[in-house]
T-cell receptor, first 110, second 114 residues
Framework: GQSLEQPSEVTAVEGAIVQINCTYQTSGFYGLSWYQQHDGGAPTFLSY????GLEETGRFSSFLSRSDSYGYLLLQELQMKDSASYFC???????????FGTGTLLAVQP | DVKVTQSSRYLVKRTGEKVFLECVQD?????MFWYRQDPGLGLRLIYFSYDVKMKEKGDIPEGYSVSREKKERFSLILESASTNQTSMYLC?????????????FGPGTRLLVL
């Protein structure tokens, strides 16, 4: 089957660095995306890793290791506005549908 | 900017009613998706469409059907609503399929079935 697992909750303080992990089980996996969703809002695209390694976009970085079936989202210089749910998502297998992880609720404290 | 709109933010229906949720996108995207979001389960794909009049089942299609008569519009239909279909429903669109393709989401419809 295809599944992506994430920690349900992570707490960090303003200005800190936090890493949100995503482990997956799927065959023929093509890459990993990350989405952010504020409470009551729509998910919005953050990043995509097509290849192994680190992709950096401002304060956010995303990493993929396909040999380890593992990726993470790294948020630096945390701000209160980063409090949100974060979802990893991937496409793999015969259908190439996008499959979302279970989501991680990040709480940034002052 | 891509805009995806959904017909209602909140909806209350009774068990057995037929429910229509509509989604419209304005970016001429080929692909449209319907998800439901439940706490602890993330987003689960109900149906998607890669072209007008084309549809494919997602991971949880039971109890749902869809219609795509025009490229910009994708409707989700609950033929006979049940209480276990109480959920947040999210519509999305993308230019193409695949992990690298950005999906643009609508604001969601929170459906309560009594």
């Amino acid at each position: 089957g295809q599944s992506l697992e994430q920690p349900s909750e992570v707490t960090a303080v303003e200005g800190a660095i936090v890493q949100i992990n995503c482990t997956y089980q799927t065959s023929g996996f093509y890459g990993l995306s990350w989405y952010q969703q504020h409470d009551g809002g729509a998910p919005t695209f953050l990043s995509y890793n097509a290849l192994d390694g680190l992709e950096e976009t401002g304060r956010f970085s995303s990493f993929l290791s396909r040999s380890d079936s593992y990726g993470y989202l790294l948020l630096q210089e945390l701000q209160m506005k980063d409090s949100a749910s974060y979802f990893c998502a991937g496409a793999g297998g015969a259908t190439n549908k996008l499959i979302f992880g279970t989501g991680t609720l990040l709480a940034v404290q002052p | 900017d891509v805009k995806v709109t959904q017909s209602s933010r909140y909806l209350v229906k009774r068990t057995g009613e037929k429910v229509f949720l509509e989604c419209v996108q304005d970016m001429d995207h080929e692909n449209m998706f319907w998800y439901r979001q439940d706490p602890g389960l993330g987003l689960r794909l109900i149906y998607f469409s890669y072209d007008v009049k084309m549809k494919e089942k997602g991971d949880i299609p039971e109890g749902y059907s869809v219609s795509r008569e025009k490229k910009e519009r994708f409707s989700l239909i609950l033929e006979s609503a049940s209480t276990n279909q109480t959920s947040m429903y999210l519509c999305a669109s993308s230019l193409r399929q695949g992990a690298g393709e950005t999906q643009y989401f609508g604001p969601g419809t929170r459906l309560l079935v009594l």
